[in-house]
């Protein structure tokens, strides 16, 4: 069924926005290590991010975070799933400490989607894409 993802873009409607800071269903377990806490998707409201919702499993939503980013001239729009958020940096700040790292700056996480599309309307050439990091691809490029 999908046996080679990477060849093809996967399409998915968005359902709408996750606020963390309003009520929600709290109906699974937040996945950051160490932590438990009943959560609306991935993350307990502690670890959460607003978000795009998304299904691209059916029964499966995810919340899209949205950060905006600066590197080398260019202006970036970086997604991260709230499950590989909490999975694999823990939270936020270690996140966008990553991103330093990598050479961003400006990084500043998306609170709307209406932040989302001043974006588009003021950086007309910004590059919307899934983070993929920078150690990662370069390793990539040796192989």
């Known amino acids: 069924m999908f046996s080679d993802m990477t060849e093809e873009m996967v399409r998915t409607a968005v ?3 996750y606020d963390p800071f ?3 269903k709290l109906g699974n377990v937040c996945v950051v ?3 438990g806490l009943p959560a609306a998707y991935h993350l307990c409201p502690e670890h959460a991010v607003p978000g795009a919702v998304v299904e691209v499993l059916p029964g499966k939503p995810n919340v899209i975070g949205h950060w905006f980013a600066e590197r080398k001239g260019n202006h970036f729009l970086l997604l991260l ?3 590989s958020l909490g999975a ?3 939270n936020r700040k270690q996140f966008e400490k990553r991103l330093i790292s990598e050479g ?3 990084v500043c996480l998306m609170p709307t989607v209406e ?3 001043i974006v588009f309307r003021r950086y007309p050439r910004v590059i919307h894409t899934p983070y993929e990091s920078l150690n990662d691809l370069e390793a990539d490029r040796d192989c």
Do not use: A, E, L
């Open 88 to 90: 694999v940096f823990g």
């Open 115 to 117: 932040d989302v599309f």
């Open 15 to 17: 359902r709408g926005w």
């Open 104 to 106: 961003y700056t400006r």
């Open 22 to 24: 309003k009520s929600q």
């Open 81 to 83: 799933n709230d499950w």
């Open 33 to 35: 290590k160490g932590c």
